[in-house]
């Protein structure tokens, strides 16, 4: 209990002081102009109270990563809380505040255009394709579990039903103006999940239960094949969504879009992310300690299908009793939905702004939107483990672009770059790492054969971008 709540602390303190640092760091501008005033359409851009856009981001960013993945994560051991509490302080939320800045500064611009504009063209076109594609598998993951799951509650309607029903709502929230059905049922949604992790952590304060404590003896790896599956890298691959995710940086523009002034970046951006590593934290906690350890967690995902979804029911049944079953059922079918559907309108905006189509205009928003869905549907008969397999990597592969960007961005203006450069590097070396060693790519038996090329690999990535950063600044001043 004690590193749990250590860490819990650590978390909240960080909003407000290391917040209110990237605060200085970002030279945060209140007067400034933004988006949602400057280039107001009455569809995505406009603008929103700050409580109504950080319950919106919140919802998001998170689906069910925060939950899932931690369920997941926590079969690694304790070690998980020690990811998520520094990831999501020093990585993931400022991954998430800087690069809200940046999106903020620049018209709520798509996250490829943005990689463009501090890039170069060669990344703008490789962000383009991999940003298309993680939205869409996003769309696609989010459709395919919820109808699953529903499929199993309520026998009488087929899962190709749900998902036809699930198809349709995408369809209506993509093309809605964002403060017609997102703006109005998302905050209700995010509110839930807060709730939830709320109760949750009231049962392992006032319950009997024993969260697994962070001391030498436990700083190991508990999963039954630990061989197979390495802390490094395969637990930064897992924990995504509580700690850091590139995936965020596809849905900032949305609210980037809807603020009113730079001043809520911390609540918006930095606040969302805390806020989700917070709840990823609990649910990690409340993983260990439901099934007595990290080990018999484990074990009892591989009974049932290695199914988050089932530890979450089961979880959430059983501490919270029905209220529980309901916020279970909006954390496990409405979470992901909501997710997938910002998803697909994210992919709207970044073909918007690739052919510089304005969206005002009804039939321009379908004649974007028709495409996409139609990739979506046939995405929908590929097997689900392939799809899975390599959603997980190309996330993280999208926060290490983002955050080269958040490099080039800080230096350009002479502003401390340390907040960003280390996290570069080292979400650098945890996808290069992952490629060496996981079976779903090159699958190196040799290990220590891996990590070594993976550190080569690391530095020469890490020199070319350095290179960009020094080449940018010349061309700047």
Not at 110 to 122: A, D, K
Not at 124 to 134: D, S, T
Not at 382 to 398: C, E, H, L, P
Not at 401 to 409: A, D, E, N
Request: proline fraction near 5%; glycine fraction near 8%.
């Amino acid at each position: 209990m004690i590193t749990f709540l250590i860490c819990l602390a650590l978390l909240v303190g960080a909003y407000f002081l290391y917040g209110a640092y990237l605060d200085r760091v970002c030279q945060i501008d209140a007067k400034a102009p933004v988006p949602s005033a400057t280039l107001y359409d009455g569809v995505d851009y406009l603008p929103m109270p700050r409580w109504r856009t950080f319950l919106i981001q919140l919802l998001n960013i998170a689906g069910v990563g925060p939950i899932f993945g931690a369920i997941m994560g926590a079969c690694f051991g304790p070690v998980a809380f020690l990811w998520i509490t520094l990831g999501g302080i020093f990585v993931g939320a400022m991954h998430d505040y800087v690069s809200g800045v940046i999106l903020l500064r620049n018209d709520g611009l798509s996250l490829p255009e943005i990689v463009g504009r501090y890039l170069g063209g060669g990344m703008l076109q490789l962000m383009r394709v991999i940003a298309m594609v993680l939205l869409i598998l996003v769309g696609v993951v989010f459709m395919r579990s919820p109808a699953s799951i529903m499929g199993e509650m309520v026998p009488a309607v087929s899962y190709w039903w749900w998902v036809a029903i699930i198809l349709v709502y995408y369809f209506i929230a993509t093309m809605l103006p964002i403060d017609k059905l997102i703006g109005k049922v998302y905050p209700l949604f995010g509110a839930a999940l807060i709730f939830m992790a709320l109760g949750l952590l009231g049962v392992m304060l006032f319950g009997e239960y024993s969260i697994p404590e962070l001391v030498p003896a436990t700083l190991r790896n508990f999963q039954p094949n630990a061989e197979a599956m390495p802390i490094i890298p395969t637990l930064f691959i897992t924990i995504a969504c509580g700690a850091v995710s590139g995936f965020h940086a596809t849905q900032s523009p949305l609210m980037a879009r809807c603020m009113n002034n730079e001043r809520e970046s911390r609540v918006v951006f930095y606040g969302a992310m805390i806020s989700e590593s917070i709840i990823a934290l609990i649910w990690a906690a409340i993983g260990m300690a439901f099934f007595h350890g990290p080990e018999s967690l484990a074990a009892a995902l591989a009974e049932h299908g290695n199914n988050a979804a089932w530890a979450v029911n089961t979880i959430a049944h059983t501490t919270l009793g029905q209220v529980g079953a309901i916020l279970a059922l909006l954390g496990v079918v409405a979470a992901p939905i909501t997710s997938g559907d910002t998803a697909f309108r994210s992919a709207r905006l970044i073909v918007a702004d690739i052919l510089h189509i304005e969206q005002r205009t009804i039939y321009k928003r379908l004649m974007i939107s028709l495409p996409l869905f139609a990739i979506g549907t046939v995405l929908l008969f590929v097997d689900f483990d392939i799809i899975w397999r390599y959603f997980a990597w190309t996330n993280q592969a999208m926060s290490v672009v983002t955050l080269w960007v958040i490099v080039v961005y800080l230096r350009e203006r002479d502003r401390n770059i340390w907040v960003a450069l280390p996290p570069a590097i080292f979400m650098t070396y945890i996808c290069t790492a992952f490629v060496f060693i996981s079976d779903q790519f090159v699958g190196m038996a040799n290990r220590p054969l891996a990590y070594a090329l993976a550190t080569v690999v690391t530095l020469l990535i890490s020199v070319a971008m350095w290179q960009k950063v020094r080449s940018r600044v010349k061309l700047a001043k």
